[in-house]
């Protein structure tokens, strides 16, 4: 049980105590207090900011052949000089998520024992119970994906004890919190804010409902213009059992209660909808429902996705799970929290991003700790690694479903990307940098080192064809993904240009994320053509363009053409470190500890360099990770941690592959193991809470115990040492594969492959290969004598 279930012995003091519901467009942070309960709200499309068509530097197209002609010049400096001038985006009102008011019950109260809070990832329930006064106190918070509300019930063994005060405070944007009448919606109620209202004499009731309500704007001045942003509606409805509900200025008050129910919904009109109307009705519908009704419906739910993963890697350790993280710290062994923190990253990507999710999962998924959005990072979508690494455990961790969120951004996303294409470079098809917005943003980032990253959006589109690998289906390659990934194509197409040297093709100018490297003079500069990471994505789009077409029989020409760009491509090259080269040039790094190895994405999530078919290739990839770990200062945190942990497992290292895991767990995450990228490093003044280490962690173990790539299915490819013992259900293979496996001393026991569809595929173990086929539904089984015969 501990490896699906976090468990505490006190209440949460901070944001990173505090335990995470989703309902994959609602979140809360549940506090467990005592005295107060805090749950700090967000949803996903309270977004500051505006859709803008003047974010490309009007000079870009005309800038752009003579920053070429520098860079190809070696006179990379005056590039940079012009590129910062003509080339950077120039964002009116790019905006941010931002965090909503809090709900705060008040109890008051004095000493207590018993304490226990808990988050059943099974089930998805956040439970607090505790001993005050010689009563046993139960809450239970929930966030409801087929109701569409936050529902919180408290109950207490002696009748008449439940009592608190609610209200809704805190909020970093302006807007009026009032309260409802019994038994009616906010929309016909009077306004009772000073404890007045019309035709109601008095504010207390007995025996009824009350709520709260909330409207305001979602606008801030520090990322967009401080006028525009999303309409913000926020309904509580209070319900108590017995007892007598006040009401007063903005807060409601429940006095003798057997028990009560709390229900929290979010409207707003990022997509046109009216906010008050879907808050509303959410509210209605849960309250006809009835709690009972509304947890069976949200169990039912949550077990349909979280069920279909198990994984066993040691026995279960009885402590809290902040203390097993202060031990597992100190060297202590508890693999069993490690198998915790794989199915906590299979939780929040349900919570964070459901198959009708308005939005994919932003930097901080749906929890919003408001430094983000007060940093110079913004709560937004990253394109250099965050948001891909936000879904990478979608698929393999056999959570198909929270991949369409995904999909449907990458296909906005490539309809705005084409006036960029068109206006910044003359070019065919669509085009995305470093960061995007809720509404649709593709210009370069605003600054220099980070914001020309060209192939960002390219990078996101390999999302939609992993999609397809997992789960063959030739109406979504055609209807939704081959749409995108064309258009990527073209793009490159019109993009890359000849090396005047070689005669390679390559893409520039632009950023290898988010490094820099020194000139021969000993500048720094960022910029540059044909950067190891653009030559990945340039590959890795053109050779699926190939692919789906092929599939699809169609577009005959525009096959011919990428395979002729294919073979025009510059080649992977080792500098004189003996390390994959990140740049053309073999250039030294203005900053050897840099956090960014964007030019390892051949490794992972692209397969272009691999131990078995490049080991030379593979070696430089790990001089290059050798040598950023040992540089003073190595920027780590904790997408880095995830990602090395990746890298480390396609290099088939799992030793090395779980001493990341572990830093991650240890050093990138905090007492309620959520992930944060470290104070220091990126501009961030303190810890900031990032969802992307959490999703890669989980991904980085999923490839330790199982890899495929098409055409070959391995198991236990980078099995750690440490694990003697253990197995894993339910993971997913590309080709429509779900398999088990167990293992016994460090060597495969069991395994079963089950297949969606008929399929022939080899099955590889260490250095063994078999070849095998399925028909749809059926299974087969494999154990260490099949691949020893």
């Not at 009560?260 to 909808?273: I, K, M």
């Not at 799970?321 to 710290?329: G, Q, Y």
């Not at 490819?717 to 398999?739: K, Q, Y």
Request: net charge negative; with cysteine; aromatic share 8%.
């Amino acid at each position: 049980m501990s490896s699906t279930v976090l468990r505490y012995d006190r209440p949460a003091e901070r944001w990173f105590d505090a335990l995470p519901i989703g309902n994959g467009r609602l979140g809360g942070m549940v506090y467990g207090g005592v005295g107060a309960e805090s749950i700090r709200l967000s949803e996903s499309t309270a977004w500051s900011g505006a859709p803008s068509a003047t974010d490309v530097s009007p000079t870009a197209l005309g800038a752009l052949p003579t920053v070429r002609r520098l860079l190809f010049d070696g006179r990379p400096a005056e590039a940079q000089r012009l590129a910062e001038e003509h080339l950077l985006g120039r964002p009116a009102s790019f905006g941010t998520n931002l965090p909503l008011p809090r709900l705060r019950l008040d109890f008051g109260g004095g000493g207590f024992r018993g304490y226990r809070r808990l988050l059943d990832l099974d089930e998805g329930v956040v439970r607090v119970e505790f001993e005050q006064d010689g009563v046993h106190h139960v809450r239970e918070v929930l966030a409801s994906h087929p109701h569409g509300v936050i529902a919180l019930r408290l109950t207490a063994d002696r009748p008449g004890a439940v009592g608190f005060t609610a209200g809704l405070d805190d909020s970093v944007f302006p807007g009026e919190v009032t309260t409802t009448a019994p038994g009616v919606t906010s929309g016909l109620a009077a306004d009772v804010t000073s404890g007045l209202a019309s035709g109601l004499a008095s504010g207390v009731t007995s025996g009824v409902t009350c709520g709260l309500a909330f409207s305001g704007r979602a606008v801030e001045s520090l990322h967009s213009d401080g006028t525009r942003g999303a309409a913000v509606e926020i309904r509580v409805r209070i319900e108590a059992e017995g007892g007598t509900l006040r009401r007063d200025a903005g807060t409601v008050a429940v006095t003798g209660a057997d028990a009560a129910v709390v229900l929290v919904a979010v409207g707003t009109d990022w997509a046109g909808d009216d906010p008050a109307e879907r808050a509303e009705r959410l509210i209605a519908a849960a309250a006809e429902a009835g709690y009972d009704v509304l947890r069976a419906a949200h169990v039912e739910d949550h077990r349909r996705l979280m069920g279909r993963v198990s994984i066993d890697l040691g026995e279960p350790v009885d402590l809290p799970t902040d203390v097993r993280r202060d031990r597992l710290a100190r060297g202590e062994r508890d693999d069993d929290l490690i198998a915790l923190y794989f199915q906590y990253g299979r939780y929040l990507t349900m919570a964070g991003s459901r198959e009708d999710s308005p939005l994919p999962l932003a930097l901080q998924g749906v929890w919003n700790d408001g430094l983000a959005s007060t940093s110079g990072w913004s709560d937004d979508f990253h394109l250099d690694i965050n948001t891909q690494q936000n879904y990478w455990a979608a698929e393999p961790a056999n959570l198909a479903e929270c991949h369409t969120p995904l999909v449907r951004f990458l296909q906005r996303l490539a309809a705005h990307g084409r006036a960029t294409a068109k206006g910044m470079y003359g070019a065919d098809g669509w085009v995305a940098h470093t960061v995007t917005n809720a509404w649709g943003y593709t210009a370069p980032g605003a600054g220099l080192g980070w914001g020309l990253n060209v192939t960002g959006g390219a990078w996101l589109a390999l999302q939609l064809w992993e999609r397809y690998e997992y789960r063959p289906d030739e109406e979504f390659l055609r209807e939704e993904a081959y749409p995108v990934l064309r258009d990527a194509a073209l793009f490159l197409l019109s993009y890359l240009v000849p090396h005047p040297v070689h005669g390679w093709l390559v893409a520039g100018p632009s950023d290898s994320p988010e490094n820099w490297y020194l000139a021969p003079d000993g500048t720094p500069c960022s910029i540059a053509m044909g950067n190891t990471v653009d030559r990945v994505f340039a590959e890795a789009i053109l050779r699926i363009c190939g692919q789906a077409a092929t599939i699809l029989d169609c577009d005959p020409d525009l096959r011919e053409r990428v395979a002729a760009a294919r073979e025009r491509l510059s080649p992977f090259l080792i500098g004189r470190h003996g390390q994959l080269q990140e740049w053309l040039d073999d250039a030294e790094e203005a900053v050897p500890a840099h956090r960014h190895t964007s030019h390892l994405c051949a490794v992972f999530p692209e397969r272009q360099i691999t131990p078995r078919r490049t080991p030379e290739l593979a070696r430089a990839a790990e001089v290059v990770l050798e040598r950023r770990q040992r540089a003073p200062g190595w920027e780590q945190t904790e997408w880095v941690e995830a990602n090395f942990a990746a890298f480390y497992a396609r290099l088939l290292d799992g030793d090395k592959a779980l001493t990341h895991l572990t830093k991650l767990i240890t050093e990138a995450s905090e007492a309620n193991l959520l992930s944060y990228s470290v104070g220091g490093v990126a501009g961030a003044e303190q810890n900031i809470y990032s969802f992307d280490g959490n999703a890669g962690g989980t991904a980085a173990l999923a490839e330790m115990l199982l890899q495929s790539d098409g055409e070959e299915v391995e198991l236990l490819p980078a099995l750690p040492s440490a694990w003697r013992d253990g197995s894993v259900r339910g993971l997913r293979a590309r080709g429509g594969f779900t398999v088990d496996v167990a293992w016994r001393d460090g060597r495969l026991h069991r395994a079963r492959i089950h297949c969606d569809r008929a399929a022939r595929t080899r099955v590889r173990h260490r250095d063994a290969v078999i070849d095998v086929a399925c028909r749809p539904g059926e299974g087969f089984m494999l154990e260490e004598h099949h691949f020893t015969a």
